[in-house]
C-alpha cells in the first residue's frame, strides 16, 4: 500500500537544526511534486516548501534562507533541511507527494523549536 514515512522531527534549542526526510512506496505513477506542509496547533496548514521535478522549489517566505528541500529521486525520498530555528517553527510537519492522478499524505511528524 502506498506510504509516506516521516522521520527526523524532535525537539531542539532555536537556533539548532534539524533534518526531516520523507521516504515514498507503494506509488506507481511518477512523483511529480514532493514537499512539506505543517500546522501548528489552533491554525491552517501551510506551506513549507515543495520541490517539482527534482529540481524547482517553492518555499514560505517565513522558511526562506533557514530551510533547503532536496529529493533522493533514485529512493523516491524528500528532504527538508531547518536551519536556524524559531519558537515559531514548531508544529506538526506533514509530507506530500503528487502524482498525475493524485495527491498524497504522511501522518505528520512533530517538530518543537524551545526558546
Known amino acids: 500500500q502506498v506510504q509516506l514515512l516521516e522521520s527526523g522531527g524532535g525537539l531542539v534549542q532555536a537556533g539548532g537544526s534539524l533534518r526531516l526526510s520523507c521516504a515514498a512506496s507503494g506509488i506507481i505513477f511518477r512523483i511529480n511534486v514532493m514537499g512539506w506542509y505543517r500546522q501548528a496547533p489552533g491554525k491552517q496548514r501551510e506551506l513549507v516548501a515543495t520541490?517539482?521535478?527534482?529540481?524547482?522549489?517553492v518555499y514560505a517566505d517565513s522558511v526562506k534562507g533557514r530551510f533547503t528541500i532536496s529529493r533522493d529521486n533514485a529512493n523516491n525520498t524528500v528532504h527538508l533541511q531547518m536551519n536556524s530555528l524559531k519558537p515559531e517553527d514548531t508544529a506538526v510537519y506533514y509530507c506530500?507527494?503528487?502524482?498525475?492522478?493524485?495527491?498524497?499524505w504522511g501522518q505528520g511528524t512533530q517538530v518543537t523549536v524551545s526558546s
Open positions: 520541490i517539482t521535478n527534482g529540481v524547482s522549489t
Open positions: 506530500h507527494a503528487h502524482t498525475i492522478i493524485r495527491n498524497y
